[in-house]
């Protein structure tokens, strides 16, 4: 994180987590932020040191190899497929513990054990968005809502991997995203709830 909002701080120190304390949900609070950016982080290191090495390695082999062309072809679309997946849960992520720590409402649904929907967590960031804190919440929104279409496309559809080819997109532009975010939610996590 470049620069850090104190006043998206002051406010998740001061109402947030006073919020969560008193009702006696401070060590749930902090055991679900800190599982999501365990599932953030190992979400990003699979990615970059095991399916990136492997989608490598296999489209290497699809040009040096003209046979097994078409298995080779269906394991990288599948690992393809596998890092959207794996690099936009990771993105999921970050953006619920952003929305657990700006938003009273998300941090008592998370600290009691609750589950929010995609639904509330794009609405949280948009929320947060109109507070008119420092942090770039618009922009986190939309990339949010990016991520889950995508995924569920990945997930589910050929149109993915083989009308679109998005293994440069996600080399060079999606890696390098979730990474900064990660590094910057884990920092703010740190700053608003020492966790």
Request: proline share 2%; charged share 20%.
């Amino acid at each position: 994180m470049n620069q850090i909002d104190i006043d998206f701080v002051r406010f998740s120190r001061g109402t947030v987590i006073d919020m969560i304390r008193r009702e006696g949900l401070l060590d749930q609070y902090h055991l679900k932020l800190s599982l999501y950016k365990r599932l953030a982080e190992h979400k990003i290191n699979l990615v970059r040191h095991i399916l990136l090495p492997q989608i490598v390695s296999t489209r290497d082999q699809m040009q040096r190899s003209s046979s097994d062309i078409a298995s080779l072809s269906a394991l990288a679309n599948t690992l393809l497929c596998a890092i959207a997946s794996q690099l936009f849960f990771a993105v999921e992520h970050c953006c619920k513990i952003a929305c657990a720590l700006g938003d009273l409402d998300f941090a008592r649904t998370v600290a009691s054990g609750g589950i929010n929907s995609h639904k509330e967590v794009y609405r949280t960031l948009n929320a947060l968005t109109q507070a008119g804190h420092a942090l770039d919440f618009k922009s986190l929104s939309r990339l949010y809502a990016y991520a889950i279409e995508t995924r569920m496309v990945a997930d589910y559809t050929d149109f993915f991997h083989v009308q679109y080819d998005p293994y440069q997109f996600l080399l060079d532009v999606m890696i390098p995203a979730a990474h900064h975010i990660f590094n910057s939610h884990r920092d703010l996590l740190f700053e608003c709830a020492g966790v």
